[in-house]
């Protein structure tokens, strides 16, 4: 009985040292969130679309008819800032860049834009561009 609770002790900490810190995970989101910036100022459709939470991708594919990094590229996003500010609750992350917002969730293989070409409306949820379902 004793090697089980030792075995379950290792197990719970080799899990909590796998956890990221706050300023880890905010780092994190923001290199994604430029990634994806950058991709779009680029006009590299392909790995924008990569950025892309599957659901969001899938969206903007069934709703402009055609595939991602052309329907990608004809929302005529703009970035052309720095981020302002990020901030991460649990799984999800906002970024505000200049002239845009994000939005973005944790996926197994990393941070992915879940919102993005979003205005925020006073007293209302922010209106975006491209999103998920």
Known sequence: MRRWRW???VAVAAGLAGCATLGERETAASRAA???????RREDGPRACAALAPETR???E???ESPC???L???DLSYRG????VQVYGQQAQVVLD???LFLSRFPTGWRVTAAGCEPRPQRPYQCQVKGG
Do not use: I, K, N, Y
């Not at 430029?34 to 779009?40: C, L, T």
């Not at 720095?82 to 500010?85: A, P, Y």
């Open 82 to 85: 720095r981020v302002r500010s």
């Open 34 to 40: 430029q990634r994806f910036a950058e991709s779009v």
């Open 99 to 101: 002239g845009d917002t």
């Open 73 to 75: 590229l004809q929302e």
């Open 58 to 60: 899938q969206e903007l």
């Open 69 to 71: 990094p052309e329907a």
């Open 7 to 9: 075995v379950a002790l």
């Open 62 to 64: 069934q709703s402009a």
